[in-house]
Antibody, heavy 120, light 107 residues
């Protein structure tokens, strides 16, 4: 059974940092592009970033470029999102999702999400 | 960026109804269109990919169609468990973008 379990969310002040993690199991992690998708409270879905199987390609939505960094550790079956210089508008549930690659841009499995709240 | 526009934004229907939700892309995206269902407090679930392919395990009452800029998802006979919010997503080019969502409510 495919499982994606996020962790690392919490309350952080504007300008602060967090590192989100996603532990993957039930599939060969190193064979898949992986992505982060977020959802602000009561709002729609927004793709944030993706990373190729070997980490050689990474893409970001413009609003997070230079502040967020996606990374992966295939030996640990884990995906990460380092988020810096946090702003109030970054408040959202952050989902880890399998997929989002160049030739397969669908997200076929999702984690339960981790909430990031940016507030003073 | 490719803009995705769904219509309607909300929809009231009854169990057993046939329902269609539309998604329009701001430019041609071929068949690179996916549909998701999301229930309150839960993660989205993939229903349809590549415009018309049914994801494994999804009931056959769901179907998708379209190509280019105009797409639809149809539920042939609404069941209680189908009341949720539906999103389309283009996977033609990054940044991948979603429609604003269609909330399907019980009449």
């Amino acid at each position: 059974e495919v499982q994606l379990v996020e962790s690392g969310g919490g309350l952080v002040q504007p300008g602060g940092s967090l590192r989100l993690s996603c532990a993957a199991s039930g599939f060969t992690f190193s064979n898949y592009w992986m992505s982060w998708v977020r959802q602000a409270p009561g709002k729609g879905l927004e793709w944030v970033a993706n990373i190729k199987q070997d980490g050689s390609e990474r893409y970001y939505v413009d609003s997070v470029k230079g502040r967020f960094t996606i990374a992966r550790d295939n030996a640990k079956n884990s995906l990460y999102l380092q988020i810096n210089s946090l702003r109030a508008e970054d408040t959202a549930v952050y989902y880890c999702a399998r997929g989002g690659g160049t030739y397969n841009g669908r997200f076929d499995y999702w984690g339960q999400g981790t909430l990031v709240t940016v507030s003073s | 960026d490719i803009q995705m526009t769904q219509s309607p934004s909300s929809l009231s229907a009854s169990v057993g109804d046939r329902v269609t939700i539309t998604c329009r892309a701001s430019q041609s995206i071929s068949s690179s269109l996916n549909w998701y269902q999301q229930k309150p407090g839960k993660a989205p679930k993939l229903l349809i990919y590549a415009a018309s392919s049914l994801q494994s395990g999804v009931p056959s009452r769901f179907s998708g169609s379209g190509s280019g800029t105009d797409f639809t998802v149809t539920i042939s006979s609404l069941q209680t468990e189908d009341f949720a919010t539906y999103y389309c997503q283009q996977s033609y080019s990054t940044p991948y973008t979603f429609g604003q969502g269609t909330k399907l409510e019980i009449k």
